[in-house]
């Protein structure tokens, strides 16, 4: 698998592309060695995000979905579990054969002084694996609730509990932090030497981070209800 | 195909959910007949974001990869071209079956009174189809130069062409604009009736955007080099 291309090239190898995962597919062709370094950096990835792209093969072509996640680093499957939901209707949610969830941070733009060395700063975690249908009562309750939380971090715990009806209706999949990749980029442009004698073009990075704006309370909100700490933290 | 699910499930039911494409696989259950606005729409999801997630089949895998995108209305595909880029190394740009570019953008956080309810406002728009590898010249450099303009609209008007031994690095995979969805949500949480009446619960949306930061020059940049207007009217 040469994933490495397609997440950043034509640019400058990424900076900390270091391997997690047991198998060839998931290990990328560099830097074997950093095992400690990249579970670290797949945590960071899965702590960072609101949603991930899941691939599913659909009439045999590689469908991709974004959806909300939630994670265990205890759970039940290897290496922990990663959560996502749906409804009990959904043929995208019994997939047959294995899938991929991916998640991205965009982390700044790389504007180098050539297109060919135009980048980004990311990091991204892909995580492979048969998913599993969970079935046990409280995973299925605590999953939903993780869920909840990747969203804003501590709000299930505000919230009622499921109804039956709810539970009928919601399938939840769970798949290993086992079978992962880690892939990140950081630092300038890595233009070639000659460009950067020419001193015409602009050259650095734009920053980038999800910013999350003014709260917009529901119209059907009582006014007598303030907003909770566990959103204004997370402004 | 029930992406509906996968998107926004268990939630409300995406307020503007209308078919574009043209076959079964692309082609949402509900609301059928707004092929004009979800042009419009696919457009709309198609400037507003940095990158993509491709799936390409690898090992039988559903493979999820961030990437860099352009895409050009008027290109020689059905419906206009979706153009990514990578190293002629890769295998992941060499696919011998279909694959799908997955653009999402989100726009908030959507806090119901239930776990149920919540959601995320977002668009996103899907393309599949076989991907063409751009052999013309003068498309190959057209598309790169569509890709960097993504990144900073109006950038590659400033930098110098790309060279033989840079172009020979590189592939370009199009994919017409044409067998395609999208998807979004607006609005505020779903919540049952009944849930309503309890006003112990915010509810609303926190709004979500990618904000980019104070450009950071590169290291090797001489300081008479002043940020250009392409970069500082994108902040």
């Known amino acids: 698998m040469t994933d490495s291309v397609v997440f950043a090239a034509p640019a400058p190898a990424p900076t900390a592309p270091t391997p997690l995962s047991p198998t060839a597919r998931t290990t990328h062709k560099r830097a ?3 095992g400690v370094a990249e579970r670290a950096a797949l945590v960071d990835v899965l702590q960072s995000a ?3 792209h899941m691939g599913v093969t659909v009439g045999g072509v590689p469908m991709v979905f974004p959806t909300a996640y939630g994670f265990d680093l205890d759970g039940p499957d290897r290496g922990g579990s990663i959560y996502v939901h749906g409804s009990v ?3 995208s949610l019994a997939p047959d054969s294995e899938i991929c969830i991916t998640i991205t941070i965009l982390d700044g733009l790389v504007l180098a002084r050539s ?9 991204s975690g892909g995580i492979i694996g048969s998913p599993r249908v969970v079935t046990d009562g409280d995973e299925r309750v605590k999953a939903l609730n993780l869920i909840v939380d ?16 709810e539970m009928a209706a919601t399938i939840v999949l769970a798949l290993p932090l086992y079978e992962a990749s880690v892939k990140a980029r950081t630092g300038g442009p890595g233009d ?8 015409t073009v ?4 734009v920053p980038a981070a999800t910013h999350f704006g003014e709260p917009i309370p529901s119209e059907d909100l009582d006014s007598g209800v303030a907003l909770p700490d566990h959103i204004s933290t997370m402004l």
């Open 32 to 34: 074997r060695h950093h």
């Open 50 to 52: 609101k949603l991930c």
């Open 89 to 91: 209707a959904s043929r």
């Open 115 to 123: 297109g060919f060395h135009h980048s980004m700063n990311y990091r």
């Open 150 to 165: 990747q969203v804003v971090p501590g709000r299930s715990q505000h919230l009622r509990d499921h109804t039956r009806k």
């Open 192 to 199: 070639d030497a000659a460009d950067i004698g020419v001193e």
């Open 202 to 205: 602009w050259a650095g990075v």
